[in-house]
């Protein structure tokens, strides 16, 4: 048996020199096919390359020349046709007792009987295929198709910078990623997009497979490896706050794989076969795949994904090519591919550039989720599989509204798509055109309707929706986007931007509300250890009131750019009274300061907190003679209420805002503040759905904070509702909880003619 690395090594060596000689490429290609043959020691070596979507026999030895340019197969058809098109490896004892053996005798082929043939991939997809025969019936050995593999990949190289094949016309790596698929999701975000994908971390495109100097190479590898290795190590330790979206779990297999020996030996052993470091991790990660692709198991399918995950930051490490698709700057229309990102991620990418976000993860509350609504972007989630399916560059259509996603689309599919998505732009046009009218009732009640924001860029929003005001400025936004922690002159450049821009509208700036799954770099809080429950943790004003430093900037930032106006100031998180006393303490003693310096002070300040932990509920009398105003903010609260991660992928689709626990707890802090002089809003991702404001309105919420995109269809909603008649309902269903009090609402509104989609 042979040798199989100094086989290949051998091999290896000849292609080098093959492919830097001056010869034509069919003349490479001739002698590559026999030193192949002679390295394999096999009696007949072939090579077939894609021209004009068929395989054709581009050069052989031991089959009949006139067979050369003539031998043509179709993908799926014959022996090579099914390699190439299920991108997979055959090994035969009996070449002709497979189902798809197609006789040609013109090859002369009859004397062969064992077969085996690799896929030759190119950027992922099968441009051709390598073969071997033999007059014995007997299977290759593993050690030989690993040579064959080996080979296969510097073959590609050689193939496309010698222009060989129609790469345009090449078939995808697997059967799932050649014609049109549809995924399905969870909608994130709504709406829709069409345009093409790109990796949030992109696959490094391997430039040369064969080795200059195998002991550089290794060394590269060693190096990145060590490299990985700390990056995890750093990850895992940075997810007390909340790590940008990754998960302990996922972190725990990362890991696994990152101190995986055997994955590093193997990938050696490919360098020393003469493979480059990228081409010896891909070599090795083909394998795997090749493995794993004959394991039905769903299990293990997750954990390839893991796989493959490293092996992609391995890649990079090792290529130098770290940065993301943003660092690299999106091409028009782009459509983001990712398993998860952290808000801060997406907020790098080019809004008018980037069309939809799918993920492999995600859940409706996370941050980057909501940045994601802010800046009018819609997002398909938790969509299984996704990479697998997806190649960087393919055509895709996202309908958020349908939880769907079509990857290479079919003529047929664009057109049905493009008609939706006109009658979808109609269907908005229709709703800014409600950007002057007032929401009001059918009984006459005014509700406010204001919109969240967080970035400068959201302001014009306020005008084309038409929304009364900003009803939640998360001013945590500016320290996201920033490498370092914003100096207070740059804080009140922006809060006195945003005020212009509001042009006398109210705007409610929120205190920086960090940590938990919006983590700063730049900040940290090391000296305990890690955090368990980010979420739960060392968060918002408790950041706030421990970095005195932090708030009082940014309380002298406010007051400063609120100069001669009113200014408005949430504090996020307060769990029990006395935190609001020492938050707007802060805010005194800079306003006293303010007033020494004689510097113009706002015309007047009104304070407010927000309801996200549950206990302050309970504390609501004392609280309410200090504030001018209450916000709920639902994400924290239903998370706290149901003990349910809101960045959990698996919490995701679990428990319902229309349900009646979180409809009592509001219905009691609204009867609790009854006569108080508060004003309460709603500044969750909840009231920006119809039904789910619908039941708010039930409840007797008047104010709402929402993502901009909601203002339209629910200010629409408004004009549709008696507040007596739902308030009337809302009381019955909470005495005597229906079983589904969705449902309930569902067939209430649509009883109204009230669309509530
Ligand atoms: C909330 O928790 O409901 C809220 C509005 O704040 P954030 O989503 O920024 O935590
Ligand atoms: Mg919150």
């Known amino acids: ?124 997809r099968a441009v051709g295929v390598l073969c071997v025969q033999h007059v014995d019936p007997r299977r290759y050995a593993e ?66 497979t064969v080795a200059e100097d195998t002991e550089a190479e290794r060394q590269r590898v060693y190096l990145a490896f060590d490299r990985m290795r700390e990056q995890i190590d750093k990850m895992a330790a940075q997810a007390e706050f909340g790590g940008g979206g990754e998960h302990d779990e996922v972190l725990e297999t990362y890991k696994m794989f990152a101190y995986d020996e055997g994955w590093k030996r193997r990938i050696n052993e490919a360098i020393d076969s003469g493979l480059t470091a990228e081409a010896a991790i891909e070599r090795v990660q083909q394998h795997t795949r090749m493995r794993m692709r004959q394991i039905d198991d769903p299990l293990l399918a997750d954990r390839m994904h893991d796989l493959e995950d490293m092996a992609n930051r391995l890649m990079r490490t090792v290529s130098g090519q770290l940065g993301t698709a943003a660092s690299k700057g999106l091409r028009q229309d782009a459509i983001l591919i990712a398993r998860n990102l952290g808000p801060a991620e997406l907020l790098e990418y080019d809004k008018r550039r980037l069309k939809g976000v799918i993920l492999e993860e995600g859940s409706l509350t996370a941050h980057v989720v909501i940045v994601a609504r802010a800046m009018g972007v819609p997002v398909l989630g938790r969509v299984a599989g996704l990479r697998s399916v997806v190649r ?29 998505f006109a ?8 709703r800014a055109a409600l950007r002057d009218v007032e929401p009001r009732t059918k009984d006459g009640q005014r509700i406010t309707v204001m919109m969240n924001a967080g970035l400068r860029d959201d302001m014009p929003m306020l005008g084309m929706t038409g929304a009364d005001g900003i009803g939640l400025f998360r001013t945590e936004f500016q320290f996201l986007v920033s490498a370092t922690l914003p100096a207070r002159e740059r804080q009140t450049r922006l809060y006195r931007d945003v005020m212009d821009a509001a042009a006398g509208k109210p705007v409610v700036f929120r205190t920086v509300d960090i940590g938990g799954d919006k983590a700063l770099p730049y900040l940290r809080h090391d000296e305990d250890g890690d955090e368990e429950n ?99 903010g639902t994400n924290d609260l239903t998370q706290f209420l149901f003990a349910a991660d809101r960045a959990n992928p698996k919490l995701a689709e679990r428990y319902d805002w229309v349900s009646p626990s979180i409809l009592r707890f509001i219905a009691r802090v609204m009867k609790n503040l009854e006569g108080k002089d508060v004003d309460i809003a709603v500044c969750g991702e909840m009231g920006g759905r119809r039904l789910e404001a619908l039941a708010l309105m039930g409840l007797g919420v008047r104010r709402l904070s929402i993502t901009p995109a909601s203002v339209g269809p629910i200010k629409e909603l408004i004009t549709k509702v008696d507040t007596r008649e739902i308030a009337e309902a809302m009381k019955g269903w909470l005495a005597n909880p229906p079983q589904s009090l969705r449902a309930e609402l569902v067939a209430w509104a649509a009883a109204r003619g009230i669309d509530c989609d």
């Not at 002679?38 to 009696?43: F, I, P, T």
């Not at 009658?423 to 229709?430: D, L, M, S, T, Y």
């Not at 943790?537 to 400063?560: C, H, I, M, N, T």
């Open 143 to 208: 050690v030989e198709i690993e040579a064959l593999q080996t080979v296969a990949m510097v073959l590609s190289e050689l193939i496309s910078s010698a222009g060989l094949v129609d790469e345009e016309q090449a078939w995808g790596t697997s059967a799932a990623m050649s014609g049109p698929a549809q995924m399905q999701g969870l909608t994130l975000v709504k709406g829709l997009a069409s345009g093409v994908a790109v990796f949030h971390q992109p696959r490094v495109t391997i430039e040369h």
């Open 534 to 632: 980010p979420a739960m943790g060392w968060r918002a004003l408790r950041v706030a009131l421990e970095r005195e430093g932090l708030l009082k900037a940014q309380a002298r930032a406010l007051l400063e750019a609120a100069g001669g106006r009113t200014l408005y100031v949430m504090f996020p998180m307060v769990s029990e009274p006395w935190e609001f006393d020492a938050a707007k303490a802060v805010f005194d003693a800079q306003l006293k300061w303010l007033k020494g310096q004689r510097k113009m002070l706002p015309e007047a300040i009104r304070y407010g907190a927000m309801l996200e932990v549950p206990a302050l509920a309970e504390m609501l009398d004392v609280l309410a003679p200090k504030i001018s105003f209450l916000s709920i």
């Open 392 to 420: 960087e560059g393919d055509a895709l259509l996202l309908d958020a509204d349908q939880a769907i996603a079509t990857v290479r689309p079919t003529p047929a599919i664009e057109d049905a798509f493009n008609a939706r």
């Open 1 to 124: 048996m042979l040798d199989a690395i100094a086989s290949a090594r051998s091999i290896l060596n000849r292609l080098h020199e093959v492919m830097a000689s001056r010869s034509a490429a069919q003349a490479k290609l001739n002698t590559v096919v026999e030193v192949i043959g002679a390295g394999l020691d096999s009696e007949v070596c072939s090579i077939y390359l894609l021209r004009e979507g068929m395989l054709e026999l581009f050069a052989t030895k031991g089959l009949a020349q006139e067979a050369v340019h003539v031998t043509r197969m179709a993908l799926g058809e014959g022996l090579v046709g099914t390699i190439a098109g299920n991108v997979e490896t055959l090994n035969l004892a009996e070449a002709t007792a497979h189902p798809d053996f197609s006789f040609r005798p013109e090859t002369g082929e009859e004397k062969f009987h064992s077969f085996a043939g690799v896929p030759i991939v190119h950027r992922e």
């Open 423 to 430: 009658r979808n732009r109609e269907k908005q046009a229709a």
